[in-house]
């Protein structure tokens, strides 16, 4: 499983970040699944070096961090932007015109569903109802909701992503 993950390093601040989430926990009783949790949290998903980061902090082999990984549906075994915008596909969206504006984010953007720009700032994602269908069509980037995004609200909306560091 290892082998199918990305290759990435990570930061001297997300390297920082890892030490750190592994100290708080290792000594919690099968601190490997709390570890994973907090780290997709923080990185929205693993890669083969950050597993290994783990592996060696908590002198486990990297194999039963990697399984532990790879046995939850719930963990993402994908590296993601650092922010995820999940664009809602339901049919009430869909009735709103919600793939021209999912075709705005992709252009603007340069990446198709499932993609991450190279500079790991933006995954896109598509989803189910958000909720919000009475304002359709919704868009959600991390925890921060959109609704009525027209394509030509794209730009505006990433343009403030794009100044944050
Ligand atoms: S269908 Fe899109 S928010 Fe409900």
Redesign the pocket.
Known sequence: MLEELERYEGTDEQIARIHKIVSDKRDMKGAVLPILIELQSVFSGFSADMLKLVSDDLKLPVSHIAGTASYYSFFSTKCRGKYIIRM?K????HMKNAAETLKAFQNVLGITVGETTADGRFTLETTG?????TQ???VMINNQVYTSVKPEDVETILENYKQVQ
Do not use: D, H, Q, R
């Open positions: 809602c339901s049919a009430p969206c109802c958000l909720g919000l269908c359709a069509p919704a």
